[in-house]
């Protein structure tokens, strides 16, 4: 069992990672190999029974037809899963009135409140063409709408943007299998065109808005809004400022509903209910009852009230289901911890939404939950031994570390940093979460009914007060985090599959499989160890230029240096960090390369023995600088398009290569590497027809020669 999501999640990060869009014959195969799968699953077992095959070769075949079947499996949810939520994707920029009904609201990276809008309608854009959702940041103001309510406002809107480099994090795909069709902002405030229908679906959302505000009010500060986090998911009160410090510290995974939370409060609510059992019957009654399934189910009713309350976010179901499936094994007289458990839980949420797989949240969750259920049979044969009151601080200390271990390195690769202090701040902050922050908000939302809320919130508040300061004073050490470079396509695959490799190798005894099992293991090693010596050699990128040309950077001895220190302030910041760069754009800037006016930079590069002039033009008078610099092999890089008559007479100069705006509209962020005496042009949409997510690639022939007649 613990191998079926391992096969199922090959097929499916095989149906991710190819770079065109499978077609109908493509999934006709997949069904032609799945069925045939299954035949000769079915066939090796009736071999065996006949005697036509022996027992031991009949069980390897059928292992080996189960798992193609599992991989083929996996390729064909996800392609059912993107069929299902496609939805029209704006593809032009608009700018007018739009109308909608509210489904979400929350706070950006920006600091800037959010609506998602569901609904839509966009003034003068076909019916097929209008997105199912959109979502919108506010320049100006807060949100004063509720959700289901529709309302209307006038906004600028555009499809969710690519990579900022190629290989980067794709917000579209993300968007695509959240039906998010155009993102944008507005500066006018919000109309209401009708109230929320009385009950309804968005009934319980404005319940858990309602409450959210009544737990900011009654803690207060940021400390409020973490609470109301921690209690409902409603995450639009907290700051940027504190996301910062709790991801510096690495307690930022608190702030989720995730795994953590849902199992401390299953477990507080197990352990209340077995408590009232065992006083009941030392009172003597109910002497028979089975209170560890009471307590069990019990619990089990807790978590889908928390899940109901919270609003069921992605990781919050995903805890759920784990939390639920060890609930249930306890009913039905099962291990409740185990791999088998943790395997259903995962092949639940993979068959249900396979893009799951590719999330962080997934991959950090179920590499700390396997990590410690791998350590929990090694601790059991060692607690014994230890002093009575030494065993909860040696658990924690061992299951904080144990967890940072399995999740650092994923969360390295994600998102480039590395935090130096981490297990230190969850050694402090985890036990106060587990005996004041969800004691107290469980305790809160059963007094609440009764107006009796506000001494367990008082003592949840001093929970999160502490988790906030202990958050700030790591965040301020010298050396909390550490920035390393963007991690190759190819580490996380490698990692995980050599961890699986290494860790569900089984112990054998009989000697025939020991040298199969050594060898397992050994190649798992290997690729963890292959992981790591390509993150460590990886290249960065010799230029990275935006996708919509205002961007411009290049990596030099010092540094990557930016054209301008404003300007795709998003791009470049993505492009510093991955660099593993902690300065900003504005310092970065100030690194000796660039010379010339603002709006005509220009440096002198020099591949292999041959020098090259990069010029970046941008503004209004762009195109009056072309045909002067657009020699001697030259470099030209416009956020803007071309006029046709000078991009015809540069394209009969093959000397000169030439990236608008219409180059890059086809092609997204471009990256340049050196490659021998010459240099390498990676596209970001590369592919002819591309995924449902992306546009095609270089379609445009007359875009495609600019690049290819000075590239070669």
């Not at 006018?188 to 679906?201: R, S």
């Not at 603002?598 to 041959?610: D, M």
């Not at 030439?658 to 240099?679: E, F, N, P, W």
């Not at 995924?691 to 875009?703: F, H, K, V, Y």
Request: glycine share 12%; with cysteine.
């Amino acid at each position: 069992m613990p191998w079926v999501p391992v096969w199922m999640g090959l097929g499916i990060g095989a149906w991710f990672a190819l770079p065109d869009e499978p077609g109908q014959g493509v999934y006709l195969a997949l069904v032609l190999a799945g069925g045939a799968c299954l035949l000769a699953w079915q066939l090796a077992l009736r071999a065996a029974m006949a005697g036509r095959l022996g027992w031991d070769w009949g069980d390897r075949l059928r292992l080996v037809f189960l798992a193609a079947f599992l991989v083929v499996a996996g390729a064909g949810l996800s392609g059912l899963r993107s069929h299902m939520v496609a939805g029209p994707v704006l593809d032009f920029r608009y700018y007018g009135p739009v109308e909608g009904r509210v489904i979400g609201i929350d706070r950006s990276s920006r600091d800037r409140m959010r609506v998602t809008l569901d609904q839509v309608r966009l003034h003068d854009v076909a019916p097929w063409k209008q997105p199912e959702r959109v979502r919108i940041s506010l320049l100006a103001g807060d949100v004063t709408a509720e959700p289901g309510e529709r309302v209307m406002l006038t906004a600028h809107l555009g499809p969710p943007a690519g990579p900022a480099e190629p290989g980067g994090f794709d917000f579209r795909r993300m968007a695509w299998f959240e039906s998010l069709g155009a993102v944008g902002y507005t500066r006018t405030p919000i109309m209401t065109v009708d109230p929320p229908v009385p009950g309804g679906g968005y009934a319980l959302h404005r319940l858990r808005m309602s409450l959210a505000e009544a737990i900011r009010v009654q803690i207060g500060g940021q400390a409020g809004a973490v609470a109301a986090a921690l209690m409902t998911g409603d995450r639009s009160g907290i700051h940027e400022a504190t996301n910062d410090i709790m991801r510096a510290s690495n307690l930022y995974h608190i702030i989720s509903i995730s795994g953590l939370h849902m199992s401390m409060l299953a477990g507080f609510a197990y352990a209340a209910l077995r408590l009232i059992g065992a006083g009941v019957q030392g009172a003597g009654m109910g002497r028979h009852w089975p209170l560890h399934k009471l307590a069990a189910f019990g619990a089990f009713v807790a978590a889908a009230i928390y899940l109901w309350l919270s609003g069921g976010g992605v990781a919050t179901e995903r805890a759920f289901i784990m939390v639920a499936v060890m609930l249930l094994a306890i009913i039905a007289d099962r291990r409740a911890i185990s791999l088998r458990t943790v395997a259903v839980a995962a092949v639940m949420i993979l068959a249900v939404t396979p893009e799951a797989l590719t999330s962080p949240g997934f991959q950090m969750s179920f590499a700390a939950t396997v990590a410690l259920i791998l350590v929990q049979g090694p601790w059991l044969r060692i607690s014994p031994h230890l002093p009575w009151w030494l065993r909860p601080l040696a658990m924690l200390f061992l299951s904080s570390l144990v967890a940072s271990m399995a999740t650092s390195p994923i969360a390295a690769a994600h998102f480039g940093r590395i935090t130096q202090y981490g297990l230190l701040a969850n050694l402090l902050v985890v036990p106060v979460v587990g005996l004041l922050v969800m004691p107290g908000g469980v305790i809160a939302a059963l007094l609440a009914p009764f107006g009796l809320a506000a001494p367990a919130l008082w003592v949840m508040g001093l929970g999160v007060k502490w988790m906030l300061f202990v958050a700030e004073w790591i965040s301020g050490l010298n050396g909390a985090t550490e920035l390393v470079p963007a991690a190759p396509a190819a580490v996380l695959p490698l990692m995980g599959l050599g961890a699986v490799l290494m860790l569900l190798a089984p112990l054998a005894s009989e000697s025939r499989l020991r040298g199969l099992i050594m060898l397992r293991r050994g190649g798992g090693l290997a690729m963890l160890i292959l992981a790591m010596i390509i993150w460590r050699i990886s290249e960065r990128p010799l230029m990275l230029i935006s996708a919509q040309g205002d961007a411009v950077a290049i990596l030099t001895d010092a540094g990557r240096v930016p054209s301008k220190p404003k300007g795709g302030a998003f791009a470049v910041s993505n492009w510093l960090e991955a660099d593993g760069d902690a300065a900003t754009q504005a310092e970065a800037s100030l690194r000796p390369l660039w010379a010339g006016a603002p709006n005509a930079r220009n440096a002198a590069l020099l591949i292999g023995q041959r020098p090259l002039r990069v010029h970046h033009l941008t503004g209004a008078r762009a195109q009056d600088r072309v045909k002067e610099v657009c020699r001697d092999g030259a470099l030209l890089v416009m956020d803007s398009r071309m006029n046709t008559d000078i991009g015809a007479a540069a394209q009969r100069s093959p000397d000169c290569g030439m990236i608008d705006l219409a180059v890059l509209q086809q092609s997204g962020a471009i990256a340049l590497y050196r490659q021998g005496q010459g240099i390498r042009l990676v596209a970001t949409d590369h592919a002819r027809q591309g995924r449902a997510w992306t546009a095609p690639g270089l379609a445009d022939p007359q875009s495609a020669v600019r690049i290819d007649t000075w590239g070669h």
